[in-house]
Structures are given as structure tokens and as C-alpha cells.
């Protein structure tokens, strides 16, 4: 096994790494970002990419996993909020969802880049992940139904991607919002978050009033 390389004796370096990957993706495509680039914001040298990493892509694949943790973390809290509460939980899950993507905005070009691409680490680990979330929210779905909350005629699965699609599709590069010169951050507008709320309500809700 090869040893550290000599340099910074920082036992969260491999933190400070992650987080500078992070913060260079903001300004450069995942593409275009090199192993130095990433360790001199760092304050240290490439060699400790290759050290904690494997490399930029083992980099980058340990920052996809990251994100995904912050999402399930989401994810968990917006099912306890379910399980524990009857209450129309419609916008605090827009809002959950909505502060867990926007946490990881960096990320999302790269992830959604990485998405068409096949038999990659990083494109086998998004599509694990993929699913595991769509299921989760699903399942959240199916309990407010039981609750009486949402309706018993709807489908689940096609509510699910509904939700999904409304809540996150602004983040996607090619989205018509980003030609415009609109940022991820458009998405926590009160104004965003108002309209989606009340599309999924108007579907979704067993018993809604007209506004």
C-alpha cells in the first residue's frame, strides 16, 4: 500500500478536499476541473487526491455520496413528519426537498451530466440512489393516501414523479430557466414554492377547498 505523500498533516484534509470540490464546481464543469486545481483550493497538492481518493473521479464519486446522505437525511425527517403527524404535509415536503437540493446545487450539473452516461462508478451509484429515492417518496405517498390525506385514486408512482418533476425540474441544466440566466436559487422564491404547493395540492389532496 502506498504511503501518505509528505505534506499536510491535516487529519480532515480529506474534508477540506470535498469541500473545495465543491466550491469549484460552482464556477467549472466537473469536466474541466483538474486534481490541482481542487487541492490548491484546498491548500494542499494533488497528491493527496490521489491519497484519500484515488483520483479526481473517486473524488468526485465520495461528493456525489455525500450529497445523496444529505438527501436521505431529508428524506428520513420528511417521514417521521408523516408518521408522526396528520396534518397536509404538502409544503413542508416541497420545502424539504426544495433546501436539500439547493444544499448541493454544485453538485447537480455534474450529477445530471453523469446520468447519461453508462457502466461509470458515478453513473452506477446515481442510478442505485435514484431509485432508492423515488421508492422512499413513493412510500410517503402511499401512507398519506392510507392517512386519507391525499386520495385513494391516485396513482402513486405517477404522483411521485409528479412531485419530483415540479419541485426539482427548474435544477436541471437544460431547463428553459437557466438559458435565461435563472440560478437553482430561483427555486426558494416564496413564489416558486407557493405555485408548486398548490398544483400538488389541487391533485393531490383528498378534500381541497377552490381557491
Not at 464546481?25 to 490541482?36: G, I, P
Not at 435514484?130 to 401512507?143: C, D, P, Q, T
Not at 412531485?163 to 431547463?175: A, D, R
Amino acid at each position: 500500500m502506498r504511503g501518505r505523500p509528505h505534506g499536510c498533516p491535516d487529519r480532515n484534509l480529506s474534508d477540506s478536499l470535498l469541500m473545495a470540490a465543491e466550491s469549484q464546481l460552482r464556477d467549472k464543469s466537473h469536466l474541466d476541473l483538474t486534481s490541482r486545481e481542487i487541492a490548491e483550493a484546498a491548500g494542499t497538492h494533488a497528491g493527496m487526491v490521489n491519497y484519500y481518493f484515488q483520483g479526481k473521479d473517486g473524488l468526485l464519486l465520495a461528493l456525489l455520496k455525500k450529497s445523496a446522505k444529505d438527501l436521505d437525511q431529508h428524506l428520513a425527517a420528511m417521514e417521521a413528519d408523516i408518521d408522526t403527524n396528520d396534518d397536509d404535509p404538502t409544503e413542508r415536503i416541497v420545502r424539504g426537498l426544495i433546501d436539500a437540493y439547493y444544499q448541493n446545487s454544485a453538485v447537480i450539473p455534474f450529477f445530471y451530466i453523469e446520468m447519461f452516461r453508462t457502466g461509470t462508478p458515478v453513473s452506477n451509484f446515481y442510478s442505485q440512489q435514484r431509485a432508492f429515492n423515488s421508492v422512499r417518496l413513493e412510500g410517503m405517498i402511499r401512507k398519506l393516501m392510507a392517512k386519507g390525506i391525499y386520495r385513494s385514486d391516485i396513482d402513486a408512482v405517477a404522483a411521485t414523479w409528479m412531485l419530483l418533476v415540479l419541485v426539482i425540474g427548474p435544477s436541471m441544466p437544460i431547463c428553459p430557466m437557466h438559458q435565461q440566466g435563472d440560478t437553482i436559487g430561483s427555486l426558494r422564491t416564496e413564489v416558486w414554492i407557493e405555485n408548486v404547493v398548490r398544483m400538488l395540492r389541487k391533485d393531490l389532496l383528498a378534500n381541497v377547498a377552490d381557491d
